[in-house]
């Protein structure tokens, strides 16, 4: 596809999409969203960008290959499971820091273990999708 | 908590995850070989827990069950972990031989220590909708497995497996949906009660016959096992090792789970059913491989065979049936693997598995011979191998039921497995090879044989020990049947002592 309309459009696009998938990341766990929505969105945004630009110019963007991105975001994902190991807790065991308190209400963050999960869930499923559709582009 | 439970199937992942990362290094092969080592050590000491406690369980993300995740194990889970674990290693050790190093850079070995947590997965969990989600882990890690290394054959295969496999986990997942919506929980232990306490007894067998498709599918019973000839023949042979050995085997472990623990309220009407698909599957996978002359498409009927004495242990549904099963499933194991390796040498030997181009190999590999002699007589029941004891247990509990027509079928498809291993030991190992030649057993550098001969010998040493001291096995598939039976330690260890 060609059309320099989209092309332009698609650079807009793509950050608000990707910055979009990240705040539905970091919201997950007390509100709506998580790692699994918010890597088909951040999936969305370099779809969006491969179908502008193409696919090896989106490789490059990435620098990881998703095979990667996946498998990297598995090992994190499982870290955060094993972290309750440490912690005396059956696994994945959700381990949580209260920062200026001790309960949601209250604090004013919290440092947990959960979080990193759903950072490994982000890019298994960033990484899944995006070699989906790379191989799908890259075929044609 | 019982971090026993989690290691046999978190470490082949984390090996997976390491594995890939380094899959562009000769490291990485080293890395898988030390993975399925861990493994061995996780499930052996899942293993020792189990005989120390008789059941444990451990709730995952401290959610306590029926909510969370439950990840339990009696006799036959540790069991089948262990078996797992051990084909696991054999399969590492067989694959330094045989994977070209093109196919390692794909990531052979992540995928297949993730196959391997797949099925360690299927066979720990406590949950429907769990051993659905390790149903999807093995299908994925499978199919990627059939694939990989490329050509037309092997992709058409793949097609076929995947297709007739999603079938089966669709069907399976629509059980669990309706079962999920009668009863209102999907905790196996809480299932028990809750399916008994239904007042929907129609609806609960419906869904009973829905997972006995489902899981049919998987286990390749009669007559929906026609993806697993279509396959089990392409692949390297490693791969076609460990399928052969593990994935129809949980099939038959999620069978054996589900009707004893949460279908029985109508074993008249479920287990008559699944007695004439046992002894259907049985004399259809051993006529069909008298008809093959391939050495891994004759494997692959037999698989098929003898899948039905292990459904027909369950179908009869005594303790001496049960426990024959349950042997049946570990000797099983150990030998159809093994059988596949052989296939893979004989290959690498003889330059072909089709029986018509090779021979000769009794001459050039008489170590081989003998090493394809004790599991392939093993599987036709020869005392006193293994596979005598696992045979002898089924036919008896038939003979103390008065079965006569299961007692006939049972003899006569062992009659026949005699036959077809004896067409692979005429055809390959005794008449000359057709073009005039010796198979040379040099063909390959030493270090390639030496990895491939390896785990068949070991293999063959588990199959012969088996088979001179079946005392200690048979004890314990007897322990194990019986918890199948009476699974209230099963129940109260999952969900607590209930009031």
Known sequence: MNSIIFTAGARLLVALVFVFSLFMLLRGHHLPGGGFIGGLLGAVAFIIYSLACGPEETRRALRVSPEGIAVIGLGIALLAGLVSFFMGDPFFTGQWYWVGGDSYETSAFSINSVLVFDIGVYLVVLGGILSLTFAFEEEA | ?499
Do not use: C
């Open chain 2, 1 to 499: 908590m019982n971090w026993v439970l989690v290691f046999p199937i978190a470490v082949p992942f984390v090996t997976a995850v390491i594995a890939y990362l380094a899959r562009n290094y000769p490291a990485g092969r080293w890395i898988s070989l030390a993975g399925s080592v861990l493994s061995l050590v996780a499930s052996a000491a899942l293993m020792a827990a189990v005989l120390r406690e008789g059941v444990i369980a451990a709730q995952m993300s401290n959610w306590d069950a029926p909510f969370g995740i439950t990840l339990v194990s009696d006799y036959l889970s540790a069991v089948m972990v262990v078996i797992t674990a051990i084909t696991g290693l054999a399969t590492a050790i067989y694959a330094l031989g045989e994977i070209p190093e093109q196919t390692e850079r794909l990531g052979f070995y992540a995928l297949f220590q993730m196959l391997i947590a797949g099925v360690t997965g299927a066979f720990l969990t406590g949950d429907l909708f769990n051993l659905y989600v390790w149903f999807e882990v093995m299908l994925i890690a499978s199919f990627s497995l059939l694939v990989i290394g490329g050509g037309k054959e092997r992709l058409d295969a793949g097609i076929k497996y995947v297709a007739l496999n999603l079938v089966s986990t669709l069907v399976f997942l629509s059980g669990i949906g309706l079962l999920y919506g009668v009863t209102g929980t999907l905790n196996m232990a809480d299932l028990r009660g809750a399916v008994a306490a239904s007042d929907n007894q129609g609806l609960i067998t419906v869904i009973a016959m829905m997972f006995m498709v489902g899981f049919g599918v998987k286990a390749a019973v009669f007559p929906l096992f026609f993806w697993l000839p279509a396959s089990y023949h392409t692949p390297y042979f490693a791969i076609s090792a460990v399928f052969a050995g593990l994935l129809t085997k949980v099939g038959v472990y999620a069978l054996m789970r589900m009707f004893t623990l949460v279908f029985v309220g109508d074993v008249g009407f479920t287990h008559e059913i699944l007695i004439w698909v046992s002894l259907l599957t049985m004399f259809t996978g051993v006529i069909g491989a008298a008809a093959q002359m391939d050495f891994r498409k004759i494997l692959s009927f037999h698989i098929i065979s003898q899948i039905g004495y292990m459904t027909l242990g369950l179908a009869l549904y005594t303790p001496l049936a049960l426990m024959g099963g349950v042997f049946y499933l570990v000797h099983h194991i150990i030998v159809k693997a093994n059988l596949f390796f052989v296939a893979g040498l004989a290959q690498q030997y003889a330059g072909s598995t089709d029986l018509n181009k090779i021979g000769g190999l009794y001459k050039s590999a008489p170590l081989l011979a003998a090493l394809f002699i004790i599991p392939a007589f093993s599987l036709a029941g020869f005392p006193p191998l293994s596979g005598f004891w696992a045979k002898y247990l089924i036919v008896k509990a038939a003979i103390e039921l008065n079965m006569w027509f299961v007692t006939f079928v049972s003899l006569l498809v062992g009659l026949l497995t005699i036959y077809s291993m004896t067409k692979i030991w005429g055809y390959a190992f005794w008449k000359p090879h057709p073009e005039g030649y010796d198979p040379t057993p040099d063909r390959a550098p030493p270090r390639v044989t030496a990895a491939m001969i390896t785990p068949i010998a070991g293999l063959a040493a588990m199959t012969i020990i088996i088979g001179f001291f079946p005392e200690p096995f048979v004890q314990f598939a007897q322990t194990a049947a019986a918890q199948l039976l009476d699974p209230t330690d099963y129940v109260t260890t999952v969900l607590g002592e209930q009031p």
